[in-house]
């Protein structure tokens, strides 16, 4: 069955000593009054629910999937999942980071983000549950009506309602320019929405009292494309006179998609026939108030793959040091045994190593994106909150396509530890390298995420956000290059700040000539800049490693240790990711289409 203890000791110190939280918060009036000590004991709460509840559940939820009962068009959950999702509900973890005033406890997004790469390590399909239901909650609270707001928020809030996101259909997949489902007006203010949307997460299920559906739809008079896109809310049961659920709406699952993962969750061809839906923000630009909801879900995709990485991690570990094969090449390290653990092999350490450095690093990458979102909304100085808003809309793609990328690679050298007994069901770690596969294809595939980093969020403002970003790199580095101790870091982490900077020049002069370089060229640009964010945080911790290695807590040791071979054996992937960019389009567009 494996297990799952939650990082505390490493999310403390990302967040009280590489990012000092408790001094963040007393910059922001909303959370001025929370403490480390706070922090630490809610998340100490979380991981005991995670562990306890949640985890046991995982297995259980990828043997039994969903079951859909074609004559009542109702979903059943797996064994536990109803019940776990209640303890959920009782214990208020949904309202943690939500507005006070609609009932949530209003603590940091920053806290919200650890406990929720707990609940993924636990049990990734469970947690999309209520992970989309907090994206409904963003997008309506950014862009509801007070009416809207007031009738659905605090049930969002308190967990009695769920949500979901129903965008693509199955002829438009990320083209969202090309959906077809109708949103008809009605006298009383209301739409009559026709259409079929495919791939939702969540999409039917008993686990709530309601579903709360944010529907994207055309208005009859709609203009052609993405400007001519609506959003709405569709509820399962419309609400009656006293906000409680009343007549079913015409909005069904018509089938669950076979997945190769997340069998857990249910994921669903929803259909509707003319259901009732109201409008929320203004005609024709949905997809404004959905991008509040999808760029949430981004930074959850990210944080899914991180909690894949993690868990896969531990159990590989314990395998490692468990199972007996061969004897080290240096000689015998267990004398005793018939052999020695295979821990001793220098492979199988690569392997872990590169779990546990993609572990480390997301973690840090994904913290503090998640306290320049508590800035960007919080902080009482303007300008602050703007800066945070710029590095956050230029980092959000990183955060989802570089850890979810990363989560690929070390579920799969995590499966590989276990030679053939990985590939077996009964060990568990197969189960994650299927379930981080969705995770690099859904809420925009990694390469719409590479083409948005590139092509909208630095190209478009000629690199101005990407600039800022590397202005800290570059203060960080001059800050301690006379540090000899930090050489074998900083060196490092000032050579791919240049690199990115060329690279980016470079192909934004040949993108004035041929747009196919930028499509060439973001992909592998995208891992390039997402290596120099993982170097920036990793040169951050081992900075605060190194003054503490003497402390007598071999946590920094370990620390230091994964820094180095972060920089040694994983940061020089960018050699060959700047040459691929580098390479142009004519490589790629040279063969003509029916000769492929």
Known sequence: MGQYIAPLRDMQFVLHEMLNVEEEF????????????????????GSKFASEVLFPLNRV????????????????????FKEAYQQYVDAGWPSLSCDPEFG???????????????????NQAWTMYPGLSHGAYEAIHAHGTPEQKALYLPKLVSGEWTGTMCLTEPHCGTDLGLLRT?????ADGSFRITGGKIFISAGEH????????????????????????SLFIVPKYVPGANGEPGERNPIFCGALEEKMGIHGNSTCQMNLDGATGWLIGEPNKGLNAMFVMMNAARLGVGMQSLGLTEVAYQNAVTYAKDRLQMRSLSGPKAPEKAADPIIVHPDVRRMLLTARAYAEGGRAFSAYIALQIDRELNHPDEEVRKEAADEVALLTPIIKAFLTDNGWIATSECMQVYGGHGFI???????????????????GTNTIQSLDLLGRKILMDNGAKLRKFGEKVKAFVEENGTDEAMSEFITPLGDIGDKVGKLTMEIGMKAFQNQDEVGAAAVPYLRVAGHM??????????????????????FYKAKLATARFYFQRLLPETAMLIRQARSGSANLMALEADLF
């Open 533 to 554: 964010v993982f170097a920036y945080f990793f040169a951050r911790m081992a900075k605060i490693a190194l003054e503490k290695q003497d402390s007598g807590d071999s």
């Open 425 to 443: 069901s009964e060990w568990g770690m197969e189960q994650y390298v299927r379930d981080a596969r969705i995770n690099m294809i859904y809420e």
């Open 104 to 122: 949530g406890q209003g603590l940091p997004i920053v806290i919200n983000n650890a406990f929720y790469e707990m609940l993924n390590s636990a």
């Open 206 to 229: 008993e686990m709530s009292k309601n579903i709360v559906h944010l529907v994207l739809a055309r208005l009859p008079d709609a203009p052609a494309g993405t400007k001519g896109i």
């Open 61 to 80: 939820g990828d043997h039994e999937g969903c079951r859909l009962d074609k004559e009542t068009r109702k979903v059943q959950t797996p064994t536990g």
């Open 26 to 45: 007393k910059q922001l009036p909303a959370h001025a009054e929370i403490d480390k000590d706070t922090a630490n004991q809610i998340l100490d709460e």
């Open 182 to 186: 109708k949103a008809e007006p009605q």
